[in-house]
C-alpha cells in the first residue's frame, strides 16, 4: 500500500480527536510497531533507489501551504533577512577532507536543478511545488566526505518555544539521491522567510518534515547520538520515524 496513504487513513481511523492524541497513537504502543515494520521494509526494498514523481506547472499549488515550526525571529535570522541574506554563508563540516563555505551569491551561481514535485506532509495534506536548487550531491562532493562518514545532519536557524534547536539527518546514500537538493526557489521566486529562507533542503523521496527550512550549517559525522535525544530529528526526537519514504 502507498505509505502516505496508509498514514493518512490510520490517522482517519483514529477519528481525529485530536493531535495529540493521534500523534501518541501513532508514536507508541502496537501500532507504532506496525508502522515501524513498514518503514524497515520500505527503507531496504525501495530505499532511495526510486524516483518522485515529477509534475508539470499547470499542477502547481501557487498558494503553497506552510506546515512546521513559525519562522525564526532571534536577531541573527532577522538580520540576515533584513540585508536579504547577503551576509548569509552556509558552513559545510564535520568529517569532511575540504571543508566549504558559500556565501548566498555563491549558492545562486552553482549549477541549479528545477523540479515540480509534490510534497506529502505527515498530517495527511500534499502541496506540489516547483522548486530550484542546487543538488546536494554536487555540495558534498566539493566537501569530500571521509569513509568514516554516515550521516548529513542539517543544523537550523529555528528553535521550537521551549528553545529546543531544530535539526535533521540523512544518511549519505539518501543526502546524494539525485532529487535531492538545497532549494532557493520556490514557484520561480526566491524562498519566502515563511517558507525556509534563504535555504532549505529539499527530499521529494520522503515526508515534508524531513526537508529542513532555514538550513544554517551542514555537517558530517560518523553518528547523530549527541544531537538532541540522539534520534536523527527534532521531530524524531518527538517520536516520529527516522526514515519518512513516501
Not at 54 to 73: C, E, K, W
Not at 223 to 240: K, P, T
Request: with cysteine.
Amino acid at each position: 500500500m502507498n505509505r502516505r496513504l496508509f498514514v493518512a487513513s490510520s490517522i482517519a481511523s483514529l477519528g481525529l480527536a485530536g493531535c495529540a492524541q493521534a500523534k501518541t497513537a501513532l508514536t507508541t504502543g502496537p501500532f507504532r510497531k506496525v508502522l515501524d515494520a513498514a518503514e524497515t521494509v520500505n527503507y531496504r526494498v525501495i530505499g532511495t533507489r526510486g524516483m518522485a514523481r515529477l509534475y508539470t506547472d499547470a499542477d502547481v499549488n501557487v498558494q503553497f501551504r506552510l506546515n512546521g515550526l513559525n519562522t525564526p525571529a532571534d536577531t541573527l535570522y532577522s538580520s540576515l533577512a533584513a540585508r536579504g541574506f547577503l551576509q548569509y554563508e552556509l558552513a559545510i563540516g564535520g568529517l569532511v577532507d575540504r571543508p566549504q563555505r558559500f556565501s548566498f551569491a555563491q549558492l545562486r551561481a552553482m549549477p541549479q536543478q528545477t523540479q515540480i514535485t509534490r510534497l506529502d506532509c505527515v498530517e495527511g495534506w500534499s502541496q506540489i511545488g516547483k522548486w530550484r536548487g542546487v543538488p546536494l550531491a554536487a555540495i558534498l562532493a566539493l566537501a569530500h566526505p571521509k569513509p568514516e562518514a554516515r550521516y548529513v545532519v542539517f543544523r537550523s536557524f529555528n528553535s521550537d518555544d521551549q528553545g529546543t534547536p531544530f535539526y535533521g539527518s540523512l544518511d549519505l546514500h539518501e543526502a546524494a539521491h539525485p532529487q535531492t537538493i538545497l532549494a532557493l526557489d520556490l514557484n520561480d521566486k526566491p524562498l519566502d522567510l515563511d517558507h525556509g529562507a534563504p535555504v532549505r533542503l529539499r527530499i521529494p523521496t520522503q515526508l515534508g518534515y524531513k526537508s529542513t527550512k532555514w538550513v544554517s550549517r551542514i555537517d558530517v559525522l560518523a553518528s547523530f547520538a549527541h544531537i538532541g535525544a540522539g534520534n536523527g530529528g527534532y521531530w524524531e526526537d518527538q517520536g516520529y520515524e527516522w526514515y519518512a519514504g513516501i
